[in-house]
C-alpha cells in the first residue's frame, strides 16, 4: 500500500533564483498523479526535494509522520527506503552490467542472499520486459531499454512511493503508450504512491488519478483529472490542450502586446475528455475513479465527447 505525501508552503530557491514559492498539495497514498509545467518551472527540482536530494528554503513534507525537510540524516535514509526513484536518464552505473544496476538496492539495502537477490532481480527485470539483456551494459543498450532497468531497479524494493522523472522523453510514441501501460499496471499491483513528471500531453489526460501544473514560479492548480482536463483557467486549459492561444509564450510568459494582441479571440473548444487507461487485466484499480464521477458530484458538464469508447472501431458508448 503506498502512503499520503503532505506538501506545505514549500518554497525553493538557488541563490537570488526562485524556483517555486507556497506550494501546498496532498499526493494520496496509492493514486497515481502527474506533474506539469513549462520548461525550466521546477518540476525535477520539486522531485528531488520529495526525497530530499535538495533541501527547501521553507515548507514542510510529511511522509508518515517524518518531516523530509527537516529530518535529521538518519531519519532520511530509513525513509527512502520507501521510495523508488526512475530518473530521467535512467542514472545507470555505466561500469556495471544490468543486472548489477537492479541488483545494488538489494545489495545496499537489504542483507538477502545472493540467491534471493537474483531471484528478485529476474523478477523485476521479467516485468519490465528485459530478460535476456542482464548481461549487458548501460551503454549498449537503447535509450529505451535503459528507461526499463532504471524502472526495474526502482522496483526492487518494494517502494512504497514511485517517483518518475519524465518517463517518456527519448522514447518514440509506441514505446510511450507501453510504459503508460506499464505504470498503470504496476499501480494495480503494489498500489504504490506514484508521482510523474512529464511534458506528454497525451499521458497525462489518460494515465494518472490527479494532475498539478507548475507555472510561473507557484502551484497553478493540483486536482483530479477530470477538474483540471475540464478547467477554464486559462493556464491550466493552455497547457493540457496544447493551445497557443493563453500566457504560456515561448519565454514562459506572454508580454503585454502579445496578450492584448489575442484580446478578443475566441478559444477554441475544450477537447472530448478520454477514458482513463485501465490495467490490461481489465480490473480497475483501487484509487480509479467510474468515468465522470468527479464532473457529476461537482456539477459540471464535461466537453461534448467526453468518456466515449469504441467497440472495434464500429459502436461508440457515452458513458456519462
Known sequence: MGVEIKIEDLT????????????????????I?????????????????LIGLLKPDRGSILIEGTDIATCSEKELYEIRKLFGVLFQDGAMFGSMN?????????????????????????????????LGAEDKLPGEISGGMRKRAGLARA?????????????????????????????????AQIDATMMIVTHDVNSCRTVP???????????????????????????????LNSQMIGPIG????????????????????LPPIPLQMEPSNGVPRRAQRPPGEWCRQNGVTPPPGSFQSSNAGVETVNLI
Open 12 to 31: 525553493k530557491s538557488f541563490g537570488k533564483d526562485l524556483i517555486w514559492d507556497g506550494v501546498t498539495l496532498t499526493f494520496p497514498a496509492g493514486e
Open 33 to 49: 498523479c502527474v506533474m506539469l509545467g513549462p520548461s525550466g518551472t521546477g518540476k525535477s527540482v520539486l522531485l528531488k526535494t
Open 98 to 130: 544490468l543486472y548489477d544496476n537492479v541488483a545494488f538496492p538489494l545489495r545496499e539495502h537489504t542483507k538477502k542472499s545472493e540467491s534471493q537477490v537474483r531471484d528478485i532481480v529476474m523478477e523485476k527485470m521479467d516485468l519490465v520486459g528485459l
Open 155 to 187: 522496483l526492487v524494493l518494494d517502494p512504497e512511493i514511485l517517483l518518475i522523472d519524465e518517463p517518456d522523453s527519448g522514447l518514440d510514441p509506441v514505446r510511450t503508450s507501453f510504459l503508460n501501460q506499464l505504470l498503470v499496471d504496476l499501480n
Open 209 to 239: 488519478d490527479n494532475i498539478g501544473l507548475l507555472y510561473h514560479k507557484h502551484l497553478a492548480m493540483f486536482g483530479p483529472r477530470e477538474m483540471l482536463l475540464s478547467s477554464e483557467e486559462p493556464v491550466v486549459r493552455q497547457f
Open 250 to 269: 515561448m519565454s514562459e510568459e506572454k508580454d503585454a502586446d502579445e496578450l492584448a494582441a489575442e484580446s478578443g479571440k475566441e478559444l477554441p473548444p
